[in-house]
């Protein structure tokens, strides 16, 4: 007997696709995007730059390792949902607390299975980032028109300056280092550098990295202004990642980053916060097709060939043809050769469009942390 649909995904050109819904019920609105990773749903669904989101997972074990509080990039789910080719099986992790589809449903996000993700990624390439509705009714009972027409009413991001809704309210002070074996997550009580992280929708395992490379970072809101950072005195300004457009969010960010780049304090970013920096730097930024979104993308580190496997969460790009004399393109991506850093020639600040701080990974590029500390370093010694 072929089971009911309880959960119906609706894109904007009208195509429908329907499954078994798990977690909350009800309906999200939201850009469709697709990612590649095989692993890191958790840290996915909590990763702030999910914002205005639902993720398509492409790989079918999803739900497998169940759900761990440890393992949350931010206090809750910020992707509005998730669509899988497979239901979630019970977990099957020494670490795990609870299920995902408890989890979601606790924290009121939409889950939907037994889609055929291929044919859906396809769509997404094809079409770029369809603005979708995905609805969960235990019941199967769904008014297409009206969720085609909610699809078709959704603005999309561009335009959208999301930062504000996922940054923290108030400054904080931040020493956890990363997890390692046997012990778990540390404490950094023997800071070289204290660093002024600016939140646009940090990850923790950002900020847990800068405190593994020797940082004291306090935190401060997506609107700090330049005054701000200056009263604490950093040795160091770290630009978070985050979701939206970053022309919106830029146009009270980018005055800032341009005052304390001015004022010779070494400046690192990533996602994001590269994307602020290519902007003061005086370039623009794109939307793109369909973005990238996985733990599988090669980078081009230009100055020697080599290439790194990265964790990749964007929709927009930096135009590299839009670069100024001095900002040298440090990084392009083999899959399509977009902009993936950057560097202010002859000046310690530099940026990366990937995360190098990945959980559970890629590592290539964790490197980049030392080279923000040693910079740091240099011009305090």
């Not at 007997?1 to 609105?29: E, H, K, S, Y």
């Not at 046997?182 to 646009?200: E, L, S």
């Not at 979104?293 to 929709?315: C, F, L, W, Y």
């Not at 995360?355 to 010694?381: I, K, N, V």
Request: proline share 6%.
């Amino acid at each position: 007997m072929t089971q009911m649909p309880t959960a119906c995904l609706a894109l904007a050109d009208g195509t429908i696709f329907r499954g078994r819904g798990f977690g909350a019920t009800g309906t999200a609105v939201a850009e469709l995007c697709f990612n590649t990773a095989m692993t890191g749903y958790q840290e996915i669904m909590t990763d702030p730059s999910y914002a205005g989101q639902i993720v398509t997972f492409t790989f079918p074990h999803i739900g497998n390792t169940g759900i761990t509080p440890e393992d949350d990039e931010t206090a809750d789910p910020v992707a509005a949902g998730m669509v899988v080719k497979w239901d979630p099986t019970e977990p099957s992790n020494w670490r795990a607390t609870r299920d995902l589809e408890s989890w979601l449903a606790a924290r009121g996000r939409i889950g939907m299975g037994g889609v055929d993700t291929r044919r859906l990624t396809r769509a997404i390439r094809q079409q770029g980032a369809p603005h979708v509705a995905l609805a969960h009714d235990p019941d199967g009972n769904f008014d297409i028109e009206d969720l085609v027409a909610r699809a078709r009413a959704f603005r999309g991001l561009e335009g959208m300056d999301l930062a504000r809704d996922v940054t923290t309210r108030q400054s904080y002070r931040w020493s956890e280092t990363k997890w390692a074996w046997p012990g778990g997550y540390g404490t950094q009580d023997a800071p070289k550098h204290k660093v002024v992280a600016i939140d646009y929708g940090a990850k923790r395992n950002i900020l847990r990295s800068l405190a593994s490379s020797g940082c004291d970072v306090t935190v401060l809101p997506a609107t700090a202004t330049a005054e701000d950072v200056r009263a604490l005195n950093p040795d160091g300004l770290f630009l978070s990642n985050g979701p939206g457009d970053p022309a919106a969010t830029g146009e009270y960010a980018v005055p800032m980053i341009r005052e304390i780049v001015e004022s010779g304090l070494p400046v690192f970013g990533i996602c994001l916060g590269h994307q602020m920096l290519a902007m003061a730097l005086g370039a623009r930024t794109v939307k793109m097709n369909h973005g990238h979104h996985g733990a599988n993308h090669p980078v081009q580190r230009k100055r020697d060939g080599k290439v790194e496997i990265t964790s990749m969460n964007h929709g927009f790009t930096v135009d590299a043809q839009s670069l100024p004399d001095g900002v040298e393109e440090t990084h392009v991506s083999l899959f399509d050769g977009s902009n993936c850093g950057i560097r202010l020639s002859g000046r310690p600040v530099f940026s990366v469009q990937y995360h190098p701080e990945a959980s559970p990974g890629p590592h290539d590029s964790a490197y980049l942390f030392d080279d923000f500390a040693a910079a740091m370093a240099a011009r305090t010694s």
